[in-house]
């Protein structure tokens, strides 16, 4: 069997902080100490937050590991949002800690079991996890929504990504901010957003429109147009103040944009 250095360092995480804390040895131990992978740990720990008087865990965890180890893609997805969340929330520096703990990183595995079921023609357990997702998590996704990998959900709460949004992979996404449609419009509706796109707090994207690649939104900005790449915008209605200082502003989580207007002056000038 191939080795797996993302699982490796979580049972490693887990079995020290198991020595160190023993009241939360019998937790680690169930949620990931007794799992030889990552996918059998995360299809129970997910199964046990989302069950329902209806439907168990033990039902909902064979549908989730059946997803997770089929080829939805899965598997590589899981383990770059993993990394993404250690590598730009600086409240984060082990792996264990988003798996366990994060969510947002649940919400997000959630949806790409939800997806893959819709993928696969089961729409209506598809939209019984969207609906379990939002109750327990308070992150709306609408399984037919398509999302990449490398995401970040950092807190997460009041999220909202409509049926026909795409979302490209390395994007960073804050609690509060919608990806929705506007009026009664029906078919293609929901925003595009590019690779490496960070999207602060309390943003709202609107309508069949394009974020291109690299672009930052401020905090509780309102976008109803295209935004061109590699641009920063903010205002309601959202417009260019400058240009981010990383082609990937999402890496660097970096919400001020002081610095960002002083570069596009320049660039103006």
């Known amino acids: 069997m191939t080795t797996d250095p993302v699982w490796e360092r979580i049972r490693k995480e887990a079995a020290q902080h198991a020595n160190e804390e023993p009241i939360l040895a019998s937790f680690l131990h169930a949620t990931i100490l ?19 008087a209806t439907a168990s865990s033990l039902l909902l965890r064979e549908v989730m590991l059946e997803a997770m180890e089929g080829d939805c893609g899965i598997h590589d997805a899981v383990r770059a949002d993993l990394r993404a969340v250690e590598e730009r929330d600086s409240a984060c520096n082990e792996l264990y800690v988003p798996f366990l703990y994060f969510k947002g990183f649940h919400a997000l595995q959630a949806y790409r079991v939800a997806h893959c079921l819709w993928c696969n023609g089961r729409e209506s357990l598809a939209l019984f996890f969207q609906n379990r997702m939002s109750t327990e998590f308070s992150v709306d996704i609408h399984p037919a929504a398509k999302l990449g990998s490398g995401i970040l959900l950092d807190h997460a709460t009041g999220l909202v990504i409509g049926e026909t949004a795409v979302v490209g992979s390395n994007v960073s996404i804050l609690q509060q901010v919608t990806l929705g449609g506007t009026g009664k419009d029906e078919g293609d509706r929901h925003p595009k957003i590019g690779d490496g796109v960070l999207i602060s707090a309390g943003a709202k994207i609107l309508g069949n429109i394009q974020v291109g690649e690299g672009v930052k939104v401020g905090a509780g900005s309102v976008v109803l147009e295209d935004v061109p790449e590699h641009t920063t915008v903010a205002g309601v209605p959202a417009r260019v103040v400058g240009r981010p200082l990383s082609d990937q502003p999402a890496l660097e989580m970096e919400q001020n944009f002081f610095y960002d207007e002083e570069a596009g002056k320049r660039d103006a000038s």
């Open 34 to 52: 007794n799992h030889s992978r990552l996918e059998m740990a995360l299809s129970f720990h997910l199964a046990h937050q989302l069950d329902s």
